[in-house]
């Protein structure tokens, strides 16, 4: 079993021992918003048997799960749509994506999709933790980075065998819907922001070595300018590269973009807190899936990224997961340089 990082385990642990008591440390985490109701109806829009089949068992599971909500299916409008969506160009497997009323707290739109990109070679258990992952999110969860369904890697679910709705996911919803205690509720972003979006990350590296060898293209860049664009109501980021030097592999003319989930819709500004959008002008290292000739994303979300500043001599790993790699950047240029001869040989 792998030992997944919990931010909160010290505070909470020092807390438990401060007031002596034996109650269970929460650990989930709340959006913020949630359903107008605690009986949800949701109307599954999926084109795959084996889709529909995971969203159902997912509802099936979170029903179980005494959670104080009362799931069901509808052929009409739901309170929530679930799809899928078949994405080669990004590394999520799932997706939330929901708006809500800042003055009311209370969701007005969500979609939930799998992307069976990945899902399609995923077993039934494996394609159902991702679904009721997501339906954790359209209820009001969001992630809590330890062996819980609300865990934002398929991976690290999976390695600790979790497929259904744990205890504290289900504090988490009770806490929304059933004892309406808000104390976990976390502070909501600024008034004009009412949308926000969930990736579940298909893939997830904890080291220097895996993340080089899950990667076909490395490179040292600086961020250029972006295109945007919307597809089946989600926003995309295209972000062209200044290549400073390719690490690994590259593309046949050298050029490269990165393709991000995330954008500007109405104004605002719409991306995953674990993968927040690149921003011109800052130069990092980038461990990528070329999915198309010159096209790239970041592979594991937040463990694909460096961000380096050159006149300090520092590349940062921004995945809590990559801490122990040395932020020199000559280190971890050299590094993975050798990475790669090594490979060649
Ligand atoms: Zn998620």
Not at 30 to 56: C, E, H, M, N, V
Not at 81 to 95: C, E, K, M, Q, R
Not at 325 to 340: E, H, R, Y
Request: net charge neutral.
């Amino acid at each position: 079993m792998k030992t997944l990082v919990r931010p909160l385990g010290a505070a909470a642990v020092a807390l438990v021992l401060l007031i002596g008591g034996t109650s269970t440390a929460q650990a989930y985490h709340l959006q913020g918003p949630k359903l107008s109701t605690s009986s949800p109806t949701f109307s599954i829009d999926s084109g795959s048997s084996a889709s529909r089949t995971a969203w159902t068992s997912g509802i099936s599971d979170w029903n179980d799960a005494s959670a104080g909500v009362s799931l069901s299916t509808t052929s009409g409008t739901g309170t929530a749509t679930l799809g899928d969506a078949n994405d080669s160009s990004v590394g999520w497997d799932g997706i939330t994506y929901y708006s809500w009323n800042n003055n009311t707290n209370i969701v007005t739109d969500v979609s939930a999709y799998l992307n069976v990109a990945y899902t399609a070679s995923y077993d039934a258990a494996k394609r159902k933790g991702v679904a009721a992952h997501e339906i954790g999110h359209v209820l009001g969860l969001d992630h809590t980075s330890s062996c819980v369904l609300m865990n934002p890697t398929t991976p690290d679910r999976t390695d600790c065998g979790v497929s259904t709705p744990q205890s504290d996911d289900v504090n988490g919803v009770r806490s929304l819907y059933a004892t309406n205690n808000f104390s976990e509720q976390e502070s909501r972003p600024a008034t004009t922001g009412h949308t926000v979006m969930h990736l579940s990350q298909a893939k997830t590296f904890n080291s220097l070595k895996s993340l080089h060898q899950g990667a076909d293209a490395v490179v040292l860049a600086t961020v250029g300018s972006k295109s945007e664009s919307i597809k089946n109501g989600i926003p995309f980021t295209d972000h062209q590269l200044k290549v400073l030097r390719w690490l690994k592999g590259g593309s046949a003319d050298g050029t490269a973009t990165i393709h991000q989930t995330g954008g500007t819709v109405n104004g605002e500004l719409i991306q995953d807190e674990l993968e927040p959008l690149l921003q011109q002008g800052q130069t990092g290292i980038y461990f990528l899936h070329q999915y198309a000739p010159g096209k790239f994303f970041i592979i594991g979300g937040a463990d694909g990224r460096f961000n380096v500043a050159i006149n300090a001599g520092t590349a940062t790993a921004t995945s809590a997961k990559l801490k122990g790699v040395s932020n020199s950047l000559a280190s971890v240029i050299s590094q993975t340089q050798a990475l790669t001869a090594a490979e060649k040989k």
